[in-house]
């Protein structure tokens, strides 16, 4: 299986969108969700410091993270959303998204990675804590997890997209 990691682009937003509504069908385990309206990523897609990781298994997009840059009291990225299609769970995608991700936040010269995860996803928990995250807090039905990455980053550009 080979597998291209690249930023999305405005053309992947019904595979992102379909993605993200599989993931939600799984999570809440139920048909009745909605997707993102038309707009809604745009952000993303506008060659900023917010991008979406999209990796590419013959051609069609099976897995993506939607990455933000916060700037606030303490510099960190943020795992808004990630989604691996049923049939390439367990293959490795998330985690090569995730260090694809790690590798930005490194380039830009941060050291911490947070996300959120509804307590129930236990699929999830598990991939995340594998991949070094820790529960910082409950919050609601969700959990506050972070990574805290090697101090010695440099400052940097955006990480070349590429064949991992």
């Keep these: 299986m080979k597998m291209y990691l690249r930023r999305a682009t405005a ?26 309206q ?4 745009d952000y993303y897609f ?17 897995g993506f993270l939607s990455i933000e840059v916060h700037r606030e009291e303490e510099y960190y990225l943020y795992y808004d959303d990630l989604s691996v299609s049923k049939n390439f769970r367990k293959l490795g995608i998330g985690t090569a998204l995730m260090t694809r991700a790690e590798d930005y936040c490194k380039s830009i010269g941060f050291s911490l990675i947070a996300l959120h ?3 129930n996803n236990e699929s999830a928990r598990r991939l995340y804590e594998k ?26 550009g955006l990480h070349d997209n590429g064949y991992t």
């Excluded at 053309?11 to 048909?31: G, H, P, Q, S």
């Excluded at 506008?46 to 099976?62: H, M, N």
């Design 11 to 36: 053309k992947d937003f019904d595979r992102i969108n379909d993605l993200f509504r599989e993931m939600l069908r799984a999570v809440y385990k139920t048909e009745e969700v909605k997707g993102h």
């Design 38 to 41: 038309t707009g809604d990523l």
């Design 46 to 62: 506008s060659d900023g410091e917010d991008w979406i990781c999209v990796a590419e298994i013959d051609g069609v997009i099976e």
């Design 117 to 119: 995860v509804e307590e």
């Design 131 to 156: 991949s070094g995250f820790v529960i910082k807090e409950k919050q609601g039905t969700r959990l506050l997890m972070i990574k805290q990455l090697d101090k010695s980053v440099s400052e940097g």
